[in-house]
């Protein structure tokens, strides 16, 4: 079984400074881990993923996340933080090891970016 | 390139009825899926299918039904819908589920926001 833990509701950052979300993961087998983010009314948008190779992913609109096995952590991490980030963000892992394609979600981290 | 379209966006139907909500994606994906979100439980499964006419139940099928007889569309059908099942669903789809090792993107379309009375 797989599963996703996201275990911050809401996180509060002020513009400019720099923002975490945190993601802990559980699979079998290899990792493929991924983030997306969803803004008001709106579908999911792919930010990054790993899947294998350097730890450190960067992605769209600035975020990077950075992989640690021992840890089994998929933090999504932005240097300075905009008022345009506040969105809902969602971790996500599949088993690399099988052919299954779906994905198991986290339950959301909602980041709120004070000007 | 339209991507993952949706329909319809908004429904409300009463304890008992049937409908049914569209997917169609024009990506040539041969993977799709449906996804229910709920306040606080993320997203989750509820069927899949790896190309047309193969489908397989997710973490959550009870009370819905799905076919895939073509590439482009897989429609999600509610039997006798349920006030738990109000929600907003998602479908998205993905490629080359063929290509040995190919953890592809999957996309989303825009939603559809049920609720049962």
């Known amino acids: 079984a797989q599963s996703v833990a996201q275990p911050e509701d809401q996180v509060n950052v002020a513009e400019g400074n720099p923002l975490t979300v945190k993601c802990t993961y559980s699979v079998s087998g290899n990792p493929y881990l991924f983030w997306y983010v969803q803004y008001p009314n709106r579908g999911l948008q792919f930010l990054l993923k790993?899947?294998?190779?350097?730890?450190l992913v960067k992605g769209s609109y600035g975020f990077e996340a950075e992989f640690n096995k021992s840890q089994t952590s998929f933090h999504l991490k932005k240097p300075s933080a905009l008022v345009s980030d506040s969105a809902l963000y969602f971790c996500?892992?599949?088993?690399?090891?099988?052919?299954?394609?779906?994905?198991?979600f986290g339950s959301g981290t909602r980041l709120q970016v004070q000007p | 390139n339209a991507g993952v379209t949706q329909t319809p966006k908004f429904q409300v139907l009463k304890t008992g009825q049937s409908m049914t909500l569209q997917c169609a994606q024009d990506?040539?994906?041969?993977?799709m899926s449906w996804y229910r979100q709920d306040p606080g439980m993320g997203l989750r499964l509820i069927h899949y299918?790896?190309?047309?006419?193969?489908?397989d139940q997710g973490e959550v099928p009870n009370g819905y039904n799905v076919s895939r007889s073509t590439t482009e569309d897989f429609p999600l059908r509610l039997l006798s819908a349920a006030p738990s099942q109000t929600s907003v669903y998602f479908c998205?789809?993905?490629?080359?589920?063929?290509?040995?090792?190919?953890?592809?993107?999957?996309?989303f379309g825009p939603g559809t926001r049920l609720t049962v009375l």
């Open positions: 790993y899947i294998t190779g350097d730890n």
């Open positions: 996500a892992v599949r088993d690399g090891y099988t052919g299954r394609r779906a994905l198991t």
């Open positions: 299918s790896v190309g047309a006419g193969i489908t």
């Open positions: 998205a789809s993905s490629y080359s589920f063929r290509l040995a090792g190919g953890p592809d993107t999957q996309y």
């Open positions: 990506m040539n994906h041969e993977y």
